[in-house]
């Protein structure tokens, strides 16, 4: 199993995107000393310039905060590689990409508890493994009309969701929110737990309504899911007829394996704040404070 990157001229074609578009943005990046030009793709560029909405402007605000974001957030973007700590989340959870798409064309991510025991869940670890893996999935697909997730509680308990802290939901949310370069469409979250309305209330103050307006919640497992997703594309544990849990936990680990290579090149496209035009930005400029230690939740 290799990566195999989508061939770019697919992606002009598919994105409705020009290589006089990608010239335009690639002439920009170069009279930005701080951002990594040189390890930028054209690839990147598409994918940022597509879920701009094909706005150069857009796409040059996306680019710079993204890069900055993957610089200033460390416990999800410093050093990414398939080492022993996430091995062992892969291995816990489930993120794998559905084989069939919605109506729509919208990529299907399902995301599944494989190990129930709260000792071994790190909220931060499982953020960086959901993020690599989009990360992968774009670079062999390319752009999508947009992306659908769903989150599978069932699993999950109170002492889970006891250590999840308001930096990494702060940092997580701000980043799906303002600088992932996709098209978020829809949040599907399935047998949410009777807390669930105590960790929205937390979450909220991070939240813009665009993003509150994408949730869909089912109460009921996977009855009412069929209606809206393709049910039949599921692992067959749960309701569908495709493989089970534990063929795709072993896929996407075999998957991610092979990434070496790709994230070795990825984790050069970080930001030298120091030659940065202007003002330099830290994190304190972004969330209006300074960078510090956050209570854990408390779940009644």
């Known amino acids: 199993m290799v990566l195999k990157e989508i061939p770019i001229q697919e992606e002009y074609e598919k994105g409705n ?12 990046l170069k009279t930005q000393p701080h951002l990594p030009e040189k390890h930028i793709t ?22 710079d905060l993204n890069y900055s974001l993957r610089t200033l957030f460390m416990a999800y973007f410093q050093e990414r590689s398939f080492d022993t700590t996430i ?11 559905l084989p069939e798409r919605t109506k729509d064309g919208c990529v299907v991510m399902y995301c599944h ?11 931060a670890h499982s953020i960086k493994a959901f993020l690599m893996s989009i990360d992968v999935l774009q670079y062999e697909t390319g752009t999508w009309p947009g992306l659908e997730v ?15 802290d308001l930096r990494n939901v702060q940092q997580i949310l701000y980043y799906l929110q303002e600088a992932i370069p996709l098209k978020l469409k829809k949040l599907h979250l399935l047998n949410a737990p009777s807390y669930f309305d105590r960790l929205m ?13 994408l949730l ?12 809206l997703l393709p049910l039949e594309a599921f692992p067959k544990d749960v309701g569908g007829n495709y493989k089970t849990v534990a063929e795709l936990n072993e896929e996407v680990f075999k998957k991610l394996e092979t990434a070496q290579t790709f994230f070795a090149e990825e984790n050069k496209k970080r ?7 202007g003002k330099v930005k830290s994190y304190a400029d972004i969330f209006g404070g300074v960078e510090g230690s956050f209570k854990k939740l408390e779940i009644d």
């Not at 091995?87 to 990409?97: I, M, S």
């Open 17 to 28: 995107v020009s290589p006089q578009d990608v010239e335009k943005l690639r002439q920009w």
């Open 42 to 63: 054209d690839l990147d560029i598409i994918l940022a310039y597509h879920s701009s909405n094909r706005s150069i402007e857009v796409a040059k605000q996306l680019m």
């Open 113 to 123: 508890c494989v190990n129930g025991d709260p000792n071994e869940f790190d909220v």
């Open 216 to 227: 869909e919640f089912y109460t009921d497992g996977f009855k009412n899911i069929g209606k």
């Open 201 to 213: 209330t937390i979450m909220k103050p991070f939240v813009k309504n665009e993003m509150i307006s």
């Open 87 to 97: 091995k062992r989340t892969f291995r816990n959870t489930l993120f794998v990409p």
């Open 271 to 277: 930001v030298v704040e120091s030659l940065r035009p």
């Open 150 to 164: 769903v989150i599978n509680f069932d699993g999950y308990t109170t002492g889970h969701m006891a250590k999840i």
